[in-house]
């Protein structure tokens, strides 16, 4: 089973991406998404050796954004991919059978495309306006939610859902109800000042029985 608290790290640096990448592992996040903008230079070969060190250290699961080569040289975990980065079915040849291999949706149409192509959980959103990520796909809202988890129900598609986007602590319970399988949340982790509590209010309301 997939853990329901994932953390997709931010930092313009080395340095900052392993400083916020320490400081969630620290406090009690085991699922770690490496995501950085200088994905295809030395930096993210130095970044990502080191993030799979610490995720060893902490017993985290440790996911590249994108970088399919970089997962399979590190030997990472898995990787997660847009809907406009290598397909699915290439990425699995590369990495095996073994290996985690996320997608990212916005639309129903795209949560039966990953199902088709089998991969392991979908990222599905964003959820609400996030400054994170460029080129915002349409906003989802709770309604967009419970919508596309409800025809997948009427289809019985059981893969993982994990809502993004622009997440806050007061969204959580609200957007379990829907039905998702947990969240990922970037500045939300990156920004507090109190990560110890934080992680655990999170954990308190994804790990709780609805």
Same mark, same amino acid.
């Given at each position: 089973? $997939?853990?329901?608290?994932?953390?997709?790290?931010?930092?313009? =640096?080395?340095?900052?991406?392993?400083?916020?990448? $320490?400081?969630?592992?620290?406090?009690?996040?085991?699922?770690?998404?490496? +995501?950085?903008?200088?994905?295809?230079?030395? #930096?993210?070969?130095?970044?990502?050796?080191?993030?799979?060190?610490?995720?060893? @250290?902490?017993?985290?699961?440790?996911?590249?954004?994108?970088?399919? $080569?970089?997962?399979?040289?590190? #030997?990472?975990?898995?990787?997660?991919?847009? &809907?406009?980065?290598?397909?699915?079915?290439?990425?699995? &040849? *590369?990495? /095996?059978?073994?290996?985690?291999? /996320?997608?990212?949706?916005?639309?129903?149409? #795209?949560?039966?495309?990953?199902?088709?192509?089998?991969?392991?959980?979908?990222?599905?959103?964003?959820?609400?306006? =996030?400054?994170?990520?460029?080129?915002?796909?349409? !906003?989802?809202?709770?309604?967009?939610? +419970?919508?596309?988890?409800?025809?997948?129900?009427?289809?019985?598609?059981? *893969?993982?859902?994990? %809502?993004?986007?622009?997440?806050?602590?007061?969204?959580? @319970?609200?957007?379990?109800?829907?039905?998702? $399988?947990?969240? %990922?949340?970037?500045? &939300?982790?990156?920004?507090?000042?109190? %990560?110890?509590?934080?992680?655990?209010? &999170?954990?308190?309301?994804?790990?709780?029985? !609805?």
């Amino acid at each position: 089973m $997939h853990n329901q608290l994932q953390y997709i790290s931010q930092g313009n =640096t080395v340095e900052e991406q392993l400083y916020n990448i $320490h400081k969630a592992l620290d406090n009690g996040c085991d699922w770690i998404q490496m +995501r950085f903008k200088k994905n295809y230079s030395d #930096d993210a070969f130095t970044l990502a050796e080191a993030t799979k060190m610490l995720c060893k @250290e902490y017993l985290a699961t440790f996911i590249i954004n994108d970088n399919v $080569h970089l997962a399979k040289q590190l #030997d990472a975990d898995g990787v997660h991919l847009g &809907l406009s980065d290598m397909s699915i079915e290439e990425a699995r &040849l *590369i990495l /095996g059978k073994t290996k985690i291999i /996320g997608g990212t949706a916005n639309t129903f149409e #795209d949560v039966l495309q990953r199902t088709a192509e089998n991969c392991d959980y979908i990222g599905l959103g964003p959820f609400q306006f =996030t400054t994170t990520k460029q080129n915002l796909s349409p !906003i989802l809202g709770l309604e967009g939610y +419970r919508s596309i988890i409800s025809q997948m129900k009427a289809k019985n598609i059981q *893969i993982p859902i994990y %809502a993004i986007g622009g997440i806050t602590l007061e969204n959580v @319970e609200s957007l379990m109800k829907t039905g998702i $399988h947990g969240i %990922a949340v970037s500045g &939300l982790i990156t920004q507090t000042e109190n %990560a110890s509590q934080l992680i655990n209010q &999170l954990n308190d309301k994804l790990y709780v029985t !609805i």
